[in-house]
């Protein structure tokens, strides 16, 4: 890869209940490594998605 890593963000409407979960989540498949397998899946460059510029 070139240049610096890309971050995405997901959106919740103020108070949602679920934002500790979906936090709780995210955390729990960072450090088990499963987010970044995902992510070269199918955002990396072998699923074919177009690199934008």
């Not at 979960?21 to 072998?46: C, F, H, M």
């Amino acid at each position: 890869t070139v240049g610096a890593p890309e971050q995405f963000g997901l959106l919740f409407e103020k108070g949602n209940p679920l934002v500790g979960k979906v936090n709780d989540a995210l955390a729990q498949l960072t450090s088990s490594g499963e987010l970044r397998r995902i992510t070269e899946q199918w955002l990396g460059s072998q699923a074919g998605a177009p690199v934008l510029r």
